[in-house]
T-cell receptor
Framework: GENVEQHPSTLSVQEGDSAVIKCTYS??????FPWYKQELGKGPQLIID?????GEKKDQRIAVTLNKTAKHFSLHITETQPEDSAVYFC??????????FGTGTRLTVIP | DTGVSQNPRHKITKRGQNVTFRCDPI?????LYWYRQTLGQGPEFLTY????????KSRLLSDRFSAERPKGSFSTLEIQRTEQGDSAMYLC????????????FGEGSRLTVL
């Protein structure tokens, strides 16, 4: 089955700086890689995803890059704002019907 | 609000008691998932329904856990003879065939077993 490792577990950045979170996965057949954001007291919410037929996807200040050869993918947040503070999870498919989530990165944006 | 709804939001129980959680998915979603999340960890898959059929169960789902989705709409997750190790956030998510893989999570039901 799939295994996903996520680093770092905590990340503090100054407002306006960039943040990068990295994940590695084990199953070379995986073809879908989402990123979820979880705010305090809420369930995770999808913020961006990428499929294996592209190497990069961007949505305003958020981008995800995928390196299939190395089996890793990264989340990039530029021009960070205090409202970006949350826990971020990467994930990859595990079996036909579910996702295997990483252990999460707690991002703190310091005003 | 037409998102995924979970009840109760918090449950405190004594070891050995039974508890039941309910999930109301987004109305047109045919797929429903239960995940468990402990402090500092990512969600861990428990089980998956497509309509009323339970198609997949994790090894995490011991025989004390049972989930149902009798009419293909709401779902319940029951834990019998609770143990302290069952303390966690139980998250429900739903999706449809046209969701392109996106899971829509509820806010979770937090269980504390004393």
């Amino acid at each position: 089955g799939e295994n996903v490792e996520q680093h770092p577990s905590t990340l503090s950045v100054q407002e306006g700086d960039s943040a990068v979170i990295k994940c590695t996965y084990s199953d070379s057949a995986s073809n879908y890689f989402p990123w979820y954001k979880q705010e305090l007291g809420k369930g995770p919410q999808l913020i961006i995803d990428i499929r294996s037929n592209v190497g990069e996807k961007k949505d305003q200040r958020i981008a995800v890059t995928l390196n299939k050869t190395a089996k890793h993918f990264s989340l990039h947040i530029t021009e960070t704002q205090p409202e970006d503070s949350a826990v971020y999870f990467c994930a990859a498919p595990s079996g036909a019907n579910n996702l295997f989530f990483g252990t999460g990165t707690r991002l703190t944006v310091i005003p | 609000d037409t998102g995924v709804s979970q009840n109760p939001r918090h449950k405190i129980t004594k070891r050995g008691q039974n508890v039941t959680f309910r999930c109301d998915p987004i109305s047109e979603h045919n797929r429903l998932y239960w995940y468990r999340q402990t402090l500092g960890q990512g969600p861990e898959f428990l089980t998956y329904f497509q309509n009323e059929a339970q198609l997949e169960k994790s090894r995490l789902l011991s025989d004390r856990f049972s989930a149902e989705r009798p009419k293909g709409s709401f779902s319940t997750l029951e834990i019998q003879r609770t143990e302290q190790g069952d303390s966690a956030m139980y998250l429900c998510a739903s999706s449809s065939d046209s969701s392109s893989g996106e899971l829509f999570f509820g806010e979770g039901s937090r269980l504390t077993v004393l």
